[in-house]
């Protein structure tokens, strides 16, 4: 659901009144689900290259062929890596595109009124924002870099907030606790930034543009990791704004995105949290204030959030980029009343999962799934299966050699419902302890040779072998 980075579109979900700017056909499709099933399943990860440690990401219809595309920036190499859907869920055409230092956040928008969607990235260490003018094949005329009045952009959102009917750009500048507005001029060029103010110690990191409180013009809400909450701007109609609303959410809040989440036909909040391993979500009065926090567990280290219909049946979902521990994404089943079931964990196909977006890939309408994969410096797409199956996978085997009567680790995901582990064909005792993890012991009769685990949606093969030892 594309409310993370842009406001402006009406949404075709039932009873949203979320409004989407600049995202043009990933917009209508990632919100055309119709209610279908509920339950969520995704293929195993596959992988696509990008730039030297990609930070952030996001999705559009780059070269106007009707297919979804990806947009990474890259903190390693200050560059903005794009790759052009091939409409099937796989991706190719890499091309990397020069912006400033170590750039955290891309956002895709239509600047100049041509009808293309163009780039911006929140250039953390330069302190700017790089501007890239589409040349409508997918690739991007040369930056031009906008000084904005703080330090440490860590984000930037696109929105008409002085109603012109032309987009401004906004960033959240985490150490100087302020967000710098630049007015669009008309033609895609941009005025002197103009600065709003949080808190002292706020550390704003995450940015959404959006109507909070129903009257037409696009509000602002940010993410603060040092306050561990969320500050909300209202508008005042003409591109001013509202002295900052302060609400708690919980440790590290290092995310935030905005979506009907009760399905009222209000925008509520939900918040990833860092530093407590968890999501808040914050319910919406539809006059931009905001109810008591609720929180849900997901994986380790969440550094990004995204919300969407995952399983088809008309509520919104959360997920997670979980940056420590092995590659993953959690998956918070939505209830339709604001509230989650227990988060389930998907391989994202690499380690320092730091961002992640949900969008139709493949065209079969169903959103997949895009994480940036930072430690691989990688992107994961992950294609809804459509019917809730989780195909198995196994990463890794310890030990990796051993007699008969060796417990042995087998870690992986998918394990939900395991009906067999068999060394070199031999059926083994097992036990499974979660679905990513299963514990057997090499039963008599084993050969060296791959292990094997079976579900009712498949088997899956380690890639090392198992040595039985005497």
């Known amino acids: 659901m594309y409310i993370h980075r842009c406001a402006g579109l009406q949404s075709s979900l039932p009873g949203q009144r979320v409004r989407l700017i600049g995202c043009g056909l990933a917009a209508a499709l990632a919100l055309s689900i ?7 399943g995704f293929a195993p990860a596959l992988t696509f290259g990008v730039g030297d440690t990609p930070r952030g990401v996001t999705v559009g219809d780059l070269d106007g062929n009707g297919t979804l595309d990806i947009l990474t920036t890259n903190l390693g190499t200050g560059t903005l890596s794009s790759l052009l859907g091939n409409g ?28 293309l969607l163009d780039a911006i990235t929140a250039n953390s260490s330069s302190a700017n924002l790089s501007v890239l003018i589409s040349r409508g094949n997918g690739g991007f005329a040369a930056a031009v870099n906008y000084p904005i ?9 696109a929105g008409d907030l002085d109603g012109d009917g032309d987009l401004d750009i906004v960033s959240a500048n985490r150490y100087s606790d302020t967000l710098s507005v630049l007015s669009n001029n008309g033609n895609g060029t941009f005025g002197a930034p103009r600065n709003l103010v949080l808190p002292a110690r706020s550390g704003p990191s995450a940015l959404v543009v959006a109507d909070l409180d129903g009257d037409g013009d696009l509000d602002l809400v940010t993410a603060n990791v040092f306050a561990a909450g ?20 919980a440790a ?56 969407g219909d995952l399983d088809g049946d008309g509520d919104l979902d959360g997920l997670t980029a979980n940056r420590r521990g092995s590659g993953n994404v959690s998956v918070l ?15 994202t196909g690499g380690d320092g999962a730091t961002g992640v977006e949900a969008a139709d890939f493949d065209g079969d309408g169903d959103l997949d799934l895009a994480v940036i994969n930072g430690f691989a410096s990688n992107v994961g797409v992950l294609i809804n299966t459509g019917d809730g199956v989780v195909l198995p996978v196994i990463d890794s085997i310890t030990p990796r050699r051993g007699p008969v009567g060796t417990e042995v680790t087998i870690t992986g995901t998918g394990f939900t419902g395991t009906t067999a582990v068999t060394f070199g064909g031999a059926s083994a005792a097992y036990t499974v302890v979660s679905g990513t993890q299963i514990t057997a012991i090499v039963p008599a009769g084993a050969t060296s040779g791959p292990i094997a685990v079976t579900t009712p949606a498949g088997t899956a093969t380690s890639a090392r072998r198992f040595r039985v030892t005497s």
């Open 88 to 115: 099937d869920g796989t991706f190719a055409n890499l091309q990397n595109f020069a912006v400033g230092s170590r750039p955290y956040a891309p956002v895709l928008a239509e600047l100049n009124g041509d009808g």
């Open 149 to 157: 009045d703080g330090t440490f952009p860590a984000d930037a959102a």
């Open 34 to 40: 119709s209610p279908a099933q509920a339950q969520i």
């Open 230 to 249: 969320v500050s909300v701007f209202l508008n005042n109609g003409n591109g001013t704004f509202s002295a900052a609303q302060n609400y708690p959410a």
């Open 252 to 307: 590290g809040t290092s995310d935030v995105v905005a979506g009907d989440l009760d399905g009222d036909g209000d925008l509520d909040l939900m918040t990833a949290n860092r530093g407590a391993d968890n999501v808040s979500v914050l319910l919406g009065g539809g006059d931009g204030t905001f109810g008591a926090t609720r929180n849900f567990a997901v994986g380790n280290y969440p550094l990004a959030v995204a919300v």
């Open 333 to 347: 089943p939505g209830n339709g009343s604001g509230g989650f079931g227990t988060a389930v964990s998907f391989d």
